[in-house]
Structure formats: C-alpha cells, structure tokens
C-alpha cells in the first residue's frame, strides 16, 4: 500500500457501549474500502475486530483493535474499542491516540450508561464526537425520542445531519440535509440509490439545512458574515464550518446507520474522509518534560507504544503511533524508558488480525510491529537527538478484586509472569503482591474483567487458579490512654539480658498538644520531654514517640531498640494482626543493667510492654471507607438505594447528570467485594459505578467482635498446622 504523509491521515476511535454495534460497523468500513472481501459477523465469530479466542468463546470484544481504511486517498486509521465498562481501558488507551470519537448509540435504548461514561472521557481529552444512531431496523428504534434524548444530554450541540424516513424492519432510506439528497438502498444494502428529497419531506430538510448552516457558521468569523448576507453557505464552507466546530466540541453531528444491512456506511465514510480533522490540526500532545510534541514528519522520530498484543505463532505484536519524525523498516532506534537499542525489523499497517507490510510511516500515523527485544506498553521509541517520553494515559480506579494463587503451588511464578504480560494487553489488570495482606491480590474494572482473565490463565497459559476474596486492609487504633511497664530478663550463663520499660500509651491525633501529665489508679506522672519522633506510617498515619526518661534510667542510646520494639507491634496488632495507627507512646521510666542491658532486650521489652498496654487502651479497628458514585437510570434508582442501605452504605447526596440520577455514598470496602455483580444484576448491566479511597472509621461493635473470632481462628489453624 502507499504511504500516507501526516495531512493524509485520520485517526478515529470508535466508540459505544455493549451490544451497539460497534464490530459489525467496523467489518461493513471494511468492505466498503475493499480491505475484505466479504462481511464477517459477531455471530458467525469471523470478524476482523473480535479475533483472540476469548472474544469468539464470550461474543464480546475485550482488547481495542486497530484497523485501517484508505478512502478518496486518505488513511483512516480506526480503533474498535470494547463496549464493556469492564474493559473501559482500551477506549481510553484509544482515545488518548485518536483524534476523534465516533460514538454509536444503540437504537434500541438510546444513550446507555456506557455511552455516557465514555463520552466524559472525550470531554476530559477534549475529543471532537460524532454520533452515530445505529440499528434503525430494530423495531424498538424511535429515532424522534432517542435524538430529544440525546439533546437533553448533550445540549444545542447535537445537530442532524441525517435522518430516517421510517424505523423498524421497513428501514431502508435517509435524508441528507448536508447534501440536501436522499439515500435509499436494496435489502442488502451497499452502494445507495442518491435522489433529490420529495416534496413532503422538503419542509422538514431544508429547516434541518438551515439549522447546520447555523451551527456551522457559528464556528469561523468569516462563514458568520456570510450567513447573515446570504443565509447559506457553500457545501465546502458548509464542510469547513463542521470541521472547525469538531475541533472545538462546538458541535456534535449526528449520523443515521444500519451496520448490520450496510446501509449508510459509505455516506459516512464520506463524511470522515472529506471533513473529519486530520492529525496536525488537533490539540498537541506533550511529553514528560511538558514539551509540545508536533506531527511533523520533519521533526525527530519518535514512536509512542500504547498497546502490546500476544498472538499465537507471533508473539507480541507492538503498536504505537508516530509522534513525530517518520520511522523506516531497519531503523535503529532508542527505548527512551529502558535505555536499550531496538531495530525496526518491519512495518505493518493494522488490519486486525492481519497485517499490510509497509516500508515507512510518517507523523500521525498508526502502525504496528513485531519482535521487539524491550518494548513494553507505554514506552517510546526515539532517534538521534531525542529524548521523549509519555505518561498522558491515565487509567481508572480498580473497581473488582480478587486473591488469587494457583492450584498447583509450583505453578506461582508461572502464574505472576502471565498476569504481568496481560497487563501489557490491558493496563488495567493490575497486580499486587500485597505483604499486609499476605496474598496476590488482581485487581480489575469488573467481574467479567477478571473473569476473562481467569479464562485466558486456563485456556491459553493452561494453569489452573483459584480466585477467592481478598482480606480487607483493617487498621487499628485506641480510644483512651493506659500504662504499662515489661522486663526482659534472660540469663543463660555469660552475658545475660536485662531491659526494663515502662510507657504510656494515648490516641494521637494531628495538632495535639505535647502532654504534660498523666493520672493512672489516683496516681499523677509528670512527663519532662527530652526528645520527640513523628513516624509517618507507610499504611498510613502516624506514631510519635517521646522520650520522657530522666535520671539516666535508660540510656539515650536504647530508644532506637525501643521505637523498633514498637514498630514491630504497630506492624502486628493485637486484635486482628492489621497494622496499628496514630498512637502516641511516651516512654517515662525503666531500668537497665550495665553489663547484660543491650538493644535487643529493650526491644523485646519495648514490644511486650506496648502489646501490653495497647490491649487496655480501647482498642479499636477501622476499616477502609470509599467513595461510591454510582450512575443508575431512574428506573432503577430505589433498588439501588436499597441494596447500599443493606451494604452500611451512608447516602451523601444525589444529582441528575445527562439523563441519569447520580448516587453519590460512602461506603465500606468490605461491602463492595461483589458489589459490580449485584448492581449487573439489579440494573440489567445498565448502571455504573466508581469508586476511591476515603478514609478510614471505627467499625461496629459487633463487626469487631466477628473480626476478633475470625482472626483467632485462623492464628489457632495456623498454629496446629
């Protein structure tokens, strides 16, 4: 195939939620380019874009697929992206790299939730949006209701440029108010019958033409005074007003297809040939330094990798985009992240699961290759002089996590290097070797996210795992302050051991005061601070420790033994094992020997002595509080609030937002361990939800009696194992 220079190229991520049509759009594009020679379908597990053995075993795509089409000399590079919430990392990694969003909207349903929380990923990237209604020959399709929807989600903004003559499966014909013709098609679709509009509908088009013109117009100085000389515009300023309102978000057209019968599919590829922004006239890019990065093919090569996919009998398959520069086959290039040298064995073109060999790429463009020695998901490739690099794709908040370990426990590192090579596939499966927890812990988007990873372990790595639910990271803390003292004495011939501490122990809380006196059983102690430490706990919080030792009882030189005593135990709790937060310790008295005393033994003192005192200071567990957002149809809106009640869940507020009600909750981690099931389940897989870290809250009272049994159980198992 030719090669493209940056002002030929286009790159589009198609977007929509699940079930809207997305991969059968993607095959009639390309049929109609000619890239295939006849349409697969998601049912018959033939398409180009849903092509790994997880997407044919669950008829869903899970990666986002990288094609291309050649249409009126130029190249659209085009990325299908999942429709699943689930895997909502793909339309992100995608959108970061395209420069347009075509967003499909089910004409059965209108705008979804999926559609909604995508489409705020294009308002925070500042993404132009075209959407396209599919599936008019659905017999649930209302076109009139779902365009007043999306104009009361969306605003003004939404401006037709097409729409049905009639809906359901008598579908067959569209009126262009752009071209101010009419399109209709035989019952399979393909190359359209183009006719001027009959008089019925003139009334109707010609209010739609003015309102583009309007809308077009508003976006350039010059078409504005035009329009109010005239009131018209050319078809070329017609197409020039569009572009310039795509790159500004001022305007959102709105299309009319049937992917499935291939109808309305060459009118818009028409569309984003002729007036879809090319790459150099888009928002710049920045690298890490905060640099603008240009595509201009005469600037410094420099590749960025977003995606890696594992293919059978290839191996990783590596795409980037061109940042900058342009990159032959056999270039020798620089991993800007890893600081190895790679050569650019050959160049592909995407087509899917197939690949077209090319011998260059220029700015803008998208491609792909194969073999790289070092080359991982996000790292950039540069030439001489050049020293780029990118970090501009941020990914969600996990939302679904599991344990898991394999069944055969020779199995483990086997397991952990599959799992970090697929998240190289997808950034947001994430993996953690939690210490605290003493588990693995795989992190995910969803149930079903995890669910296809577990398949992917068993069937294309062929290990077996288990998944169970993780621990919960609890804290623990005191309510009230107590006193307690320890001696460690050992002697077993020679030198022996000896430390005696005495200390106090109090909850800390920021901007406290330094105590002055303390009153245990009618008796006052008076504390003279010689030296204080504020530890900021990695788990969080703090512990201070005050050396209030005087007369020389315990030398300057054993505090350090003792703070460690103590961090021992903040790293073990007495009531659950979780790790202990803001406690203040004030050590007051103690003796030592002076031959047997030694750091050992004031910290095996130290240790015995908090233990001690933190079980009869109100002892506390907390547990992790999240923030919960969830957005629900309103249909739906009671259920929800019901099950969180049933979850200790404290309703915070609600909002609407875009046609949807917006619950907003605190909620405690324990009682999301399955909640993206339960919500699936209560909304029919129309809601959504997010989710982050708050704070951590005293639990009930009951709850930490449970927690105490538990973990006594487990310490009790483990001990007679």
């Known amino acids: ?29 390309l049929f109609e380019a000619g890239i295939i020679k006849r349409r697969g379908s998601v049912a018959a597990k033939n398409t180009v874009s849903d092509y790994f053995p997880v997407e044919l075993e669950y008829g869903y795509s899970v990666f986002p ?82 365009l007043t929807s999306m104009k009361d989600i969306y605003g003004s903004k939404c401006v037709q440029i097409q729409y049905p003559l009639q809906t359901g499966s008598g579908f067959n014909s569209l009126i262009d108010v752009l071209l101010m013709k009419k399109y209709t098609w035989a019952p399979d679709g393909g190359q359209p019958t183009i006719e001027e509009i009959p008089a019925e509908e003139m009334d109707k088009a010609m209010e739609l033409h003015k309102a583009l013109v309007e809308a077009a117009a508003e976006n350039d100085e010059n078409l504005m005074e035009k329009f109010f000389e005239s009131e018209t515009l050319s078809e070329d300023e017609l197409r020039e007003g569009i572009r310039k309102g795509l790159v500004t978000r001022s305007l959102f057209p709105v299309f009319c297809v049937c992917a499935g019968k291939d109808m309305g599919v060459r009118r818009l590829m028409e569309f984003l040939a002729n007036v879809v922004p090319f790459v150099n006239e888009m928002p710049k890019l920045h690298n890490t330094r905060g640099e603008e990065v240009a595509p201009e093919s005469n600037g410094p090569t420099s590749l960025y990798f977003f995606k890696t996919g594992v293919e059978p009998h290839i191996g990783e398959v590596s795409y980037f985009k061109v940042m900058s520069g ?160 320890y001696r460690h004495k050992k002697q077993s011939g020679g030198a022996g051991q000896f430390g005696e501490v005495h200390l106090i122990v109090e909850p800390y809380a920021e901007g406290m005061p330094d105590p002055t006196t303390y009153k245990f059983n009618g008796q006052e102690f008076k504390m003279n601070i010689k030296a204080k430490e504020e530890v900021d706990l990695e788990w969080g919080g703090k512990l201070v420790f005050i050396n209030s030792v005087v007369g020389g009882a315990i030398d300057a030189r054993f505090m350090p033994a003792i703070l460690k005593g103590i961090m021992d135990c903040m790293e073990h709790g007495p009531l659950t094992g979780s790790y202990a937060r803001d406690v203040r310790v004030v050590v007051f008295d103690g003796k030592m020997h002076p031959v047997d005393s030694n750091e050992l033994s004031f910290m095996l003192a130290a240790r015995h002595a908090f233990s001690d005192a933190f079980k009869i200071a109100g002892p506390k567990i907390l547990e992790p509080i999240c923030d919960l957002e969830v957005f629900v149809p309103a249909d739906f809106l009671g259920d929800v609030m019901s099950d969180l009640q049933g979850r200790r869940a404290m309703i915070m507020g609600m909002d609407s937002e875009a046609g949807y009600q917006k619950l907003q909750a605190k909620i405690p981690q324990k009682e999301l361990a399955n909640y993206s099931i339960s919500l699936s389940s209560l909304t029919g897989g129309r809601a959504s939800f997010t989710t982050k870290f708050a704070s951590y809250e005293l639990v009930p009272n009951e709850i930490q009696q449970n927690l105490i049994k538990e973990h006594e159980a487990e310490v009790s198992a483990d001990a007679n194992d």
């Not at 349903?109 to 559609?115: D, I, M, N, S």
Request: hydrophobic letters at 35%; proline letters at 3%; charged letters at 25%.
């Open 326 to 485: 342009s990159v032959k086959a056999g270039d020798d290039l620089v991993n800007a992240d890893r600081g190895s040298r790679e050569r650019i064995g050959q160049l592909y073109a995407c087509a899917g699961a197939n690949r077209i060999a090319v011998d260059q790429m220029y700015a803008g463009d998208i491609g792909c290759t194969v073999k790289l020695k070092d080359v991982k998901t996000g790292n950039a490739l540069n030439g001489k002089d050049c020293e780029w690099r990118y970090d501009f794709i941020k990914y969600p908040n996990s939302k679904y996590s599991r344990a898991v370990k394999a069944v055969n426990a020779q199995d483990t590192e086997k397991l952990m290097a599959a799992i970090l090579k697929m998240h190289q596939e997808d950034p947001t499966w994430v993996l953690e070797q939690s210490k605290e927890l003493r588990q693995t812990i795989v992190h995910g988007q969803g149930e079903f996210h995890l669910r296809t990873l577990k398949w992917r372990l068993e069937n294309n790595e062929k290990l077996q795992v288990q998944f169970g639910e993780p621990r919960i990271p609890y804290r623990e803390t005191i309510t009230k302050s107590a006193k307690a003292e």
């Open 1 to 29: 195939m030719r090669v493209y220079q940056t002002n030929e190229i286009k790159n589009i991520a198609l977007l929509g939620s699940a079930g809207s049509g997305k991969t059968t759009l993607a095959e009639s594009m």
């Open 65 to 146: 697929t990288v094609f291309h089409t050649e249409w009126n000399n130029k190249k659209l590079n085009i990325i299908d992206c999942p429709g699943s919430d689930d895997f909502v990392g793909g339309a992100i990694t995608s959108l970061h790299v395209t420069d347009l969003a075509l967003m499909l909207i089910n004409g059965q349903y209108g705008p979804e939730v999926g559609t909604q929380n995508v489409f705020r990923y294009t308002d925070k990237l500042k993404k132009p949006v075209i959407f396209l209604v599919n599936q008019l020959d659905s017999d649930k399709c209302d076109f009139d209701a779902i």
